[in-house]
Every structure is written in C-alpha cells, then in structure tokens.
C-alpha cells in the first residue's frame, strides 16, 4: 500500500501563490505517477496535474495550465503543486493521489491511493 499526506494549503488573496507538498510513503517503489484533484462545494471532483515518477513527465487542465507547476522530489518520495496567479475559483480542497500502473491519468478512476486533503481558498 502507499500512504499519502498532504500539506501546504491555507487562504491566499487572489493573485498570490502557494506550494501543496505530497509525501508518500509505504510501497512508493511501485508507483508510477502520481497526480492532484480538487473539488470545490457542490461540484464533482476534477483533475489538476499528474507526473509520471521515473520520466517526470507532467500533465495539466486547461484551467491551470501556466498557472500551477508539479514537480517530483523522487528521493523524498514527495510531489509538489506550486500554485501562482490563484483565483477564487481555485478555491476547493486539493487531494494528492498515486497510481501504481499505466494509465492516462486524468480521471480519479485511474488512481489507487488517495491523501486526505488540504483546503486551498484563494480570497477575492
């Protein structure tokens, strides 16, 4: 299995940055990407980012493509979201989540483990 803990959110004013941490641990060898979501209050679940852990490549939605970077610390078994240019509409709770096989990664049916969460409110 693979444990994963998020950290890194808080209310930010609109325009400003933070930076999501993702540390997991447990059977991180067998991992081969890892990705986040979102969801805001009454809408469904959406994907943000995802990187591949042994090639680095990276994916994005349009929403935050430019915006958002993902980056992997492979020795610290961690994945990072640096958040700029935050609107209130990324206001949501952002999860981090693994996926051990290959797959596209842009749906959360594509994931095996999943964080806990961290609230993001980005204030207008």
């Known amino acids: 299995q693979v444990q994963l803990v998020e950290s890194g959110g808080g209310l930010v004013q609109a325009g400003g940055s933070l930076r999501l941490s993702c540390a997991a641990s447990?059977?991180?060898?067998?991992?081969?990407?890892m990705g986040w979501f979102r969801q805001a209050p009454g809408k469904e679940r959406e994907f943000v980012s995802a990187?591949?852990?042994?090639?680095?490549?990276?994916y994005y939605a349009d929403s935050v493509k430019g915006r958002f970077t993902i980056t992997r610390d492979n020795a610290k078994n961690t994945v990072y979201l640096k958040m700029n240019s935050l609107k209130p509409e990324d206001t949501a709770v952002y999860s981090c989540?693994?996926?051990?096989?290959?797959?596209?990664?842009?749906?959360?049916?594509?994931?095996?483990?999943w964080g806990q969460g961290t609230q993001v409110t980005v204030a207008s």
């Open positions: 990187i591949t852990w042994s090639g680095g490549n990276t």
């Open positions: 447990g059977r991180t060898f067998s991992m081969y990407a």
């Open positions: 989540a693994s996926a051990l096989h290959i797959r596209a990664l842009r749906a959360d049916f594509d994931y095996d483990y």
